[in-house]
């Protein structure tokens, strides 16, 4: 459980259960959240050359949405959009990083034995 902005709280096994699990598993998702977490918002375009011009990734960034792990700002003056965690999704990406991390580990592990 973790504070939602509005003072409540957001269950993230009911995220997990409900949508987020199954939000994360088309490719490129998990990397989005990754590289949210580490270089803060971007701009749809600076997610697009760093993680995939993949066609579907707009329907992608929309599912991210849906499930409440982003947050798509569009700038009227502009018209480009900012994407931004939101808190659910900044405990999701701090886990999968935390994750990678120890899978990163695990390997230099397996491979220095060989």
């Known amino acids: 459980m973790m504070d939602a902005e509005d003072g409540g709280m ?4 009911s995220v997990a259960s409900g949508c987020g699990a199954a939000v994360l598993g088309e490719r490129h998702k998990v990397s989005v959240l990754l590289l949210l977490r580490r270089e803060g918002p971007c701009m749809k375009t600076d997610i697009y050359s760093s993680v995939s011009t993949n066609p579907r990734m707009p329907e992608k960034l929309d599912m991210l949405e849906h499930a409440g792990l ?4 569009p700038d009227t003056s502009t018209r480009r959009v900012t994407i931004s965690l939101t808190p ?5 990406a701090s886990m999968l990083a935390e994750i990678s991390r120890i899978v990163s580990g695990i390997m230099s592990d397996v491979g220095s034995q060989d």
């Open 70 to 73: 982003i947050v798509q700002t």
């Open 10 to 13: 957001v269950d993230l096994d």
């Open 88 to 92: 659910a999704g900044e405990e999701v």
